[in-house]
């Protein structure tokens, strides 16, 4: 079954002002109320499968996993949002909350909840979309909320760019170039399948969603200008010819003048 995974890294950056100078801390500051309750309500499924999977049972991951066939055929499509509180073990959902966690915060605290839950669930949604169009009718699982984690790098990429993450906590690097290699190997990986039981696609599809998603209102603003350019261009042709016509009407009313 596909699952996302991301290498672990540790945050540092320029010191956010919840830091009060302490140049020794490492994460995404004091946790916001929807970090909490998303981290809250993913533990909780996890525990769940975890009992559920003692006891010889897979349904959960049947009936809210991901799965092309069943969305298109029994149309199931509740598991575009379940299938993001899934998780495959211990270390899948416990590098998924700490990426939300570290970086989940600073959005929160600068978008407000509603609009970082909003987009969480646009990615995630968006990156399910993706894998679904990939495989109509595939019987493959896809479990975990990385769409939407990588979203999130994506977004914190382009509003903190120049912060530095230590990748596996000996390597210093901008975050903004973290998220352009971790989009580069996911679209390498997602053409080639080099990487078997990972949700390549997803992990593209939520990078892409993200930056759509981001960029829709300046490229709705980009359309707008345009858009009332050519109306005042229009409006400029009709004026002039309009103007022209009266223009020679005029002339030719006017009598001979006596010098």
Known sequence: MPVAFQPPFSYYSEVPYYYAGSPSAFFGGPVTRTVKTL???????????????????????????????????DLMIWQFVSYMFLHDGFFHIFINMFTLYMFGNDLERTWGSRQFLRYYFITGIGAGLCSYLAGLNSLTVTIGASGAIYGLLLAYGLMYPNRLVYLYFLFPVRVKWLVLVMGVLAFLSSISGSQPGVANIAHLGGLLVGYVYLQGGSWLRRYQVYKNRRKHEELKRQFEVYYGDIRRKIDSDKKPTIH
């Open 39 to 73: 981290i809250a309500l993913n533990v909780a499924v996890f525990v769940l499968q975890v009992l559920a999977r003692a006891g010889g049972i897979r349904f959960l991951e049947l009936y809210f996993g991901l799965i092309p066939w069943r969305v298109t055929h």
